[in-house]
């Protein structure tokens, strides 16, 4: 099967959950398929990125777009009604490249990737789209934590992409999400016929060997532009982590992520570390006892879970964020909702090693059972397969 993939953003380096996401799709599609990758990119490319994904995939078109096409694009979509991401991304020189692309590759399959790349939707071919995540709900508790303004807009995007979404049944034949939690918060009749397709987390955090000293109690990870991760990190080191010095001043936390915000290295301290981008987050996790996600905001899958969990740590995160991991408090994870509860489990698990130990061990196993690429991008074949054969 002749797949293209359509992405809004260079599926490499993998410091976004999106990016993650189609690198490892686009790497298991590969083992039994043709594949080619259509990306949008408005930044720096990273110098490895092309070749390491030539590696595996037959061709790769990187389509550029400036600041001022981005302008334009969320200014059209301000008067034409559809959400601003997907103005930001969609540009008439763009999609004219994808249409020479298709017409060269001649793909049995389009498969795209978010509803921002829906206006590169090519008539003629058989289509899928990933949500990843429902958007519109992402939307919604941004507005939640941000100024009148910033809310303000946040609501307005929230609306659209609402409606975009299921809009989304009426140009691609079948859609895919993430978890099923994002599954039913799309509002369209057809709803239950969306395909949930998980993530999984690659091997070599399974397989880590290389020993490295516990020079961290505590770490969050995640690209810290990132607006929940920065809303999580803050309510980390601000109402969480005094708690914790109260009883145990030594306690060291860090924040380890690419581009982090402003306001997040204004965390750094004696006991707090931002690191900014990292070459292999796996060593971090090596470097450290505990996992926490503290997930106030945002919607999906949270890789960095999976991640810790693969790598052995003990893990404490919130109900937002278990609600698609499914893991089970007290078992294979441990859940919190106030500061004072998180401080409560982060001294627990310091001061008992054993007990951080089995939870780790649990946390592990749960993952290995539970999130597989290999068998949900087998998922997905069949899911492009059965779509591929209406052509």
Known sequence: MKILVVLSRIPYPLDKGDKLRAFHQIKELSKNNEVYVFCLNGSPVHPKSKDI??????????SSFNFLDSSLGVIASFFDGTPFQVGYFSHKKNIKELKAFCKEVN????????????????????????YQDA??????????????LKRYFFNIEAKRLE?????????????????????????????????????????????????????????????????????????????????????????????????????VQKLK????????????????????????????????????????????LPCISSPLANDALRATHNENILIAQSPKEYANQIIDLLQNKEKANLLAEKGNNFVKENYCWASYCNKL??????????K
Do not use: C
């Not at 034949?173 to 949930?196: C, F, R, S």
């Not at 796996?282 to 999976?306: D, H, R, V």
């Open 269 to 312: 301290s004696r006991n707090i570390v931002v690191t900014g981008w990292v070459e292999d987050m796996k060593e971090y996790y090596a470097k450290s006892k505990i996992f926490i996600a503290p997930m106030q905001i945002g919607t999906g899958l949270q890789n960095k879970l999976l991640e810790a969990m693969a790598m052995g």
């Open 53 to 62: 994904i030539l590696s595996f995939e037959k061709k790769i078109l990187i």
């Open 107 to 130: 793909p049995d399959i389009i498969y795209y990737q978010f509803v921002r790349t829906a206006k590169y939707a090519i008539e003629g071919y058989p289509k899928v789209l990933d």
């Open 381 to 390: 074949e069949e899911v492009l397969k059965e779509v591929a054969l209406t």
């Open 163 to 263: 409606k975009y979404e299921a809009k989304m049944f009426d140009i691609f034949q079948k859609l895919t999400i993430i978890v099923e939690a994002d599954k039913k918060a799309i509002k369209h009749p057809l709803q239950k016929e969306i395909a949930v397709i998980p993530n999984g987390v690659d091997e070599s955090y399974f397989n880590y060997s290389k020993p490295q000293e516990k020079e961290f109690d505590l770490i969050f990870s995640g690209a810290m532009s990132y607006p929940p991760n920065i809303d999580a990190a803050n309510f980390l080191a601000k109402q969480i982590m005094p708690l914790v010095w109260e009883k145990l001043p030594d306690t060291k936390l860090v924040i380890a992520g690419v581009n982090p915000s402003l306001s």
């Open 135 to 148: 958007l519109s709900v992402n939307m919604r508790g941004r507005a939640l934590k941000s100024s009148f």
